[in-house]
C-alpha cells in the first residue's frame, strides 16, 4: 500500500469511528468536501497546511495519519522476548520501540551498576522502581528510587543506575520521543 493509499484508509477509519459524516467533518477541518473526499479515496497530494487541518479535526497527531498502522493487539511471549546482561544486570526488552515506546525490565542484584546508553535526540525516560532501591544519576543529579517511586529524565543524555545493597532491585525503563 503506497502513502496516499495508507493515509486514505487512516482517514476513512478514524472517521468511522467516530461516526461523523465526510460533510461534518470536513466542515470541522475547514476544507471542502470535495476535498475530504478527494483524501479518503487515495487520489489526493495534500499539502501540509491540510494535513494539519485534518488531524486537528479527528482529533489525532499528524504522526498517526501517516504512520503504518499499528495492530490492535500484540502480544510477545516470555519465551520471545529477548534478555541481556550487562554490569551484573538483567534487562528484558518488554517492547522493542516503533510506534510504541521501548520498554525495558531491570533486575538490578546488590552492588550493580549500569551505565545507560544515551537515547535519540529529543527523547525522554521514565525509570519507575518497582522493587528495591534503584539511584538514578543523570546530568549530574542523583535520584533515589524507593518501590513506588518514578522520575522522568533527558533520555538523550549520559544517565545509569545502581542498586548498592539488600535483595534485588526491579525497575521499568520507558523510552519515547
Known amino acids: 500500500m503506497d502513502c496516499a493509499q495508507r493515509l486514505a484508509a487512516t482517514v476513512r477509519a478514524i472517521r468511522e469511528e467516530r461516526g461523523l459524516s465526510q460533510a461534518v467533518i470536513a466542515r470541522k477541518a475547514g476544507v471542502p468536501k470535495a476535498t475530504w473526499s478527494t483524501l479518503e479515496s487515495g487520489g489526493a497530494n495534500p499539502t501540509l497546511a491540510v494535513l494539519v487541518k485534518v488531524a486537528a479535526a479527528l482529533e489525532v497527531s499528524l504522526g498517526e495519519l501517516v504512520e503504518p498502522p499499528r495492530a490492535d493487539i500484540v502480544v510477545r511471549?516470555?519465551?520471545d522476548v529477548p534478555?541481556?546482561?550487562r554490569g551484573?544486570?538483567?534487562?528484558?526488552e518488554v517492547s522493542s520501540g516503533g510506534a510504541v515506546p521501548v520498554v525495558e525490565r531491570l533486575e538490578l542484584p546488590p552492588g550493580s551498576a549500569l551505565a545507560g546508553v544515551p537515547h535519540a535526540r529529543g527523547s525522554r525516560e521514565l525509570m519507575c522502581c518497582e522493587r528495591g532501591e534503584i539511584e538514578l544519576v543523570s546530568m549530574g543529579q542523583r535520584v533515589l528510587l524507593?518501590?513506588?517511586d518514578l522520575v522522568v529524565f533527558p533520555g538523550d543524555r549520559k544517565h545509569g543506575y545502581r542498586h548498592r545493597e539488600g535483595a534485588p532491585a526491579v525497575g521499568w525503563s520507558v523510552i519515547w520521543r
Request: glycine share 14%; net charge positive; no cysteine.
Open 146 to 148: 524507593m518501590a513506588g
Open 88 to 92: 551484573g544486570v538483567r534487562v528484558r
Open 77 to 79: 511471549r516470555a519465551a
Open 83 to 85: 534478555e541481556r546482561s
